[in-house]
């Protein structure tokens, strides 16, 4: 009998978010499960940790544990004091919206993948795009979650690899491997002030329609395909490296003045 594997479920929209939910639903019958998650939303939050204060966790279910804090402390949380050897598998999602361009520097979706790659787990942030619908179906992207995962542990990830897939909200049934976009949105500032006098500002953002790439998550997105982007942990880039390297006499020279 081939034994299932061994999945921990994360997210940064809180452990009883629907795209969590709907993954939960769809793999339980094919995997061992363990859910670690934020117990709020905590969007946004990147690959922050909470260093400053404690960080309490619950356990609300049979083999599922609510977290005080930020997405990648759940996975630190979940490797270092819930899980007795590490998962064959890290899933962050299935988040509501897009994670695409400079957005994954953002995400807290990305942000918990990231920390399971840095434990040299093979990891994977799913998320849902969508445009202005309140009632997201996440079963296809669930459903597409169950055929990448054995195909994920049979072929295996390159060391320091990850997987960032984007799913359409219609998804017309075509996959493309795609690379990151350059910036596809502006940011935007809502100015107030409250009753005391003092100023605040809304962040929010605008989507960039015009000059997408055309092998490019967003690209792959706009045209119903679901986009799957490998992502790597070392950001070093190896010809500015060698490139910069004529720079060491002269800084040698001038800090020694």
Known sequence: MISKPHILITNDDGINAPGLRALVEALKNDAKITVVAPLHERSASAQALTLRQPIYMDQ??????????????????AFNAILSEKPDLVISGINRGANMGENIYYSGTVGAAMEGAINRVPSIAISVSYRASKDIDFKPAAEFARVLIPVVLTEK???????????????????????QSSKITRNLLQPGTDPRGRKYFWLHEQQIVDGIEPDTDMAAVRDGAISITPL??????????????HWTNLLETVAKR
Do not use: C, M
């Open 60 to 77: 609300v279910a049979p083999n599922e544990y609510a977290i005080e804090g930020t997405p990648a402390d759940a996975v630190i949380i």
């Open 157 to 179: 990830l390159p060391p320091g690899i990850l997987l960032n897939v984007n799913v359409p909200q219609i998804w017309q049934g075509s996959v493309r491997f795609t690379k």
């Open 232 to 245: 790597e942990l070392d950001h070093t880039h190896l010809p500015s490296l060698k490139h910069l390297s």
